[in-house]
């Protein structure tokens, strides 16, 4: 036989094109693509005319990562990759993350021994850089970037893991230097303690106060204080979880003084607002479960989002998936029940609904069109990551990650329910959502991973990616720019 697979009739969408084709697959690798492939294969499926997209690239999520509270992350390797393959995604980057005091390499063997056998698709590690010791910095990191771990996320608030500005200048020098991308969390981490304090003493300390002591305004000036940062050092950066205008605001003006400013955002600031955390919920714990940062804002902020995946503004369209259990006592209630807002650990599931929620809210509604939701979703985050084109497209010689996706017919959506899920975590914050659509098939390097409601895949059968570099390494000092 002349291929492993041959999958037929599919209407192939990327982020340039769309056509009608049979995919031949062989070795896990697409092999060829044609209007009709004569040739013989050992399994076919009929693609029957629908859609067929690459499968995701979640490049923003988090596993079985160490926490500094105690609280446990809902999903390991298994079960969060498990759920990103029901829901389409084939690649998710996770994060390596460094303990104050302790080496990136540390970081990455510990997280390594995390994933060995678990993963069910492919994977490649982010760092996370909490300590920038000169060693560390211009050492290690830079060997680390040339062994594939080519993108850091720095954070400029969390009292465990916040860089000041000058030890941010020291990461993007490096990132400069050595062609890594930086990822920025991007919130005034003293504003928010201040907010904080003055929340707590005044007596408001449930769920729904966390988007108060978290306002727009922190997150605006961040933003600002980061891009001004990469200008200094002349160096590429990407604002991560961006939520709302003000932010978006800042970007638009980046972009206009000619800045290489990328922007990822997250189905909850598309989808959620500062009302699905409380305060007044009859159980007033409940908004606990959409307890994140930055918290959802509002409609109107929705729609500003919404306006930029479609223009152009946002690179990325991520999960940011970082699911702690509601119930039990190791996730939202670690602290208790009734535990003030800034002791509830932060994050939300969607690893799964990030791409049904995107083509269904999206694309169906015409809000974003195909190439742009995969390009978000697939093509653009392997980009920029240092995976394409293995990753991120619809090719020959590119890896057989595939999804066939099922539109449902008008009148016959769905709602999503926390149990149709296969994350460990115990909730959605999408609860009884409509979907109008749901991948019918996911194939990961040509492996069923997901057909037909059934999840087909074994732990440890997804593989680890080392990551090319985004960029060239620019030689030289970034002062020269200035002088
Ligand atoms: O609240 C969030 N987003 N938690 C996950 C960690 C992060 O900052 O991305
Ligand atoms: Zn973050
Ligand atoms: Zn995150
Ligand atoms: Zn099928």
């Known amino acids: 036989t002349d291929f492993d697979l041959i999958i037929r009739n599919a209407d192939i969408a990327t982020a340039a094109d769309r056509y009608s084709a049979d995919i031949g697959i062989r070795d896990g690798r697409i092999v060829a693509i044609a209007q009709t492939l004569s040739a013989s294969a050992a399994e076919v499926i009929d693609a029957c005319g629908r859609l067929v997209t690459p499968g995701g690239v979640d490049g923003h999520v988090h596993l ?240 500003v989002v919404w306006t930029g995946l479609a223009n152009g503004l946002f690179t990325i369209v991520s999960s940011d998936h970082a699911p702690f259990n509601y119930g039990g006592e190791q996730g939202k209630k670690i602290a208790g029940p009734t535990a003030p807002f800034n002791l509830v650990p932060n994050g939300i599931p969607g690893v799964e609904t990030r791409l049904p929620l995107l083509m269904s809210e999206g694309v169906l509604t015409g809000r974003i069109d195909l190439q742009r939701f995969v390009a978000l979703t697939s093509t653009n985050p392997a980009k920029l990551y240092g995976l394409y084109p293995q990753k991120g497209t619809i090719a020959v010689g590119s890896d057989a990650d595939l999804v066939i996706w099922e539109m449902y017919t008008p009148g016959q959506e769905r709602q999503l329910k926390a149990e149709m899920l296969h994350s460990a975590c115990d909730y959605t914050p999408y609860e009884g959502r409509s979907l109008r659509c749901w991948p019918a098939h996911t194939l990961s390097r040509g492996r069923t991973v997901w057909h037909d409601g059934v999840f087909t895949a074994q732990a440890g059968e997804g593989q680890f990616l080392p990551c090319l570099r985004p960029r060239e390494p620019v030689a030289g000092s970034p002062l020269a720019k200035w002088l």
Not at 64 to 89: K, N, W, Y
Not at 132 to 141: A, F, M, R, V, Y
Not at 213 to 219: A, F, H, K, W, Y
């Open 64 to 303: 079985d990562q160490p926490t500094s509270d105690g609280s446990v992350f809902s999903d390991d390797f298994f079960t969060g990759t498990r759920s990103a393959a029901c829901g389409g995604t084939t690649t998710v980057i996770p994060f390596a993350t460094q303990q104050r005091g302790h080496s990136l390499q540390d970081a990455v063997d510990d997280y390594h021994q995390r994933a060995k056998g678990k993963a069910v698709i492919d994977y490649a590690f982010h760092l996370i850089v909490s300590d920038t010791s000169p060693k560390l910095i211009q050492d290690e990191l830079p060997r680390l970037i040339a062994e594939g771990y080519t993108s850091v996320k720095i954070y400029m608030t969390y009292d465990d893991m916040k860089l000041g500005d000058r030890q941010i200048i020291e990461v993007l020098a490096t990132a400069r230097k050595h062609g890594a991308m930086t990822m920025v969390h991007a919130e005034n981490s003293d504003c928010i303690g201040w907010l904080t304090e003055q929340l707590l003493a005044a007596g408001l300390s449930a769920p729904g106060y966390h988007s108060q002591s978290r306002p727009m305004v922190v997150e605006r000036e961040a933003t600002h204080r980061a891009i001004a940062l990469s200008e200094l050092l002349d160096t590429p950066i990407l604002i991560v979880h961006v939520s709302g205008k003000e932010a978006i605001e800042q970007i638009h003006w980046a972009r206009g003084r000619g800045l290489p400013i990328f922007a990822e955002t997250c189905p909850q600031y598309l989808l959620l607002s500062a009302e699905d955390l409380g305060p007044q919920n009859d159980d007033g714990a409940y908004g606990m479960r959409c307890i994140c940062s930055p918290p959802p804002r509002d409609k109107g902020n929705q729609e």
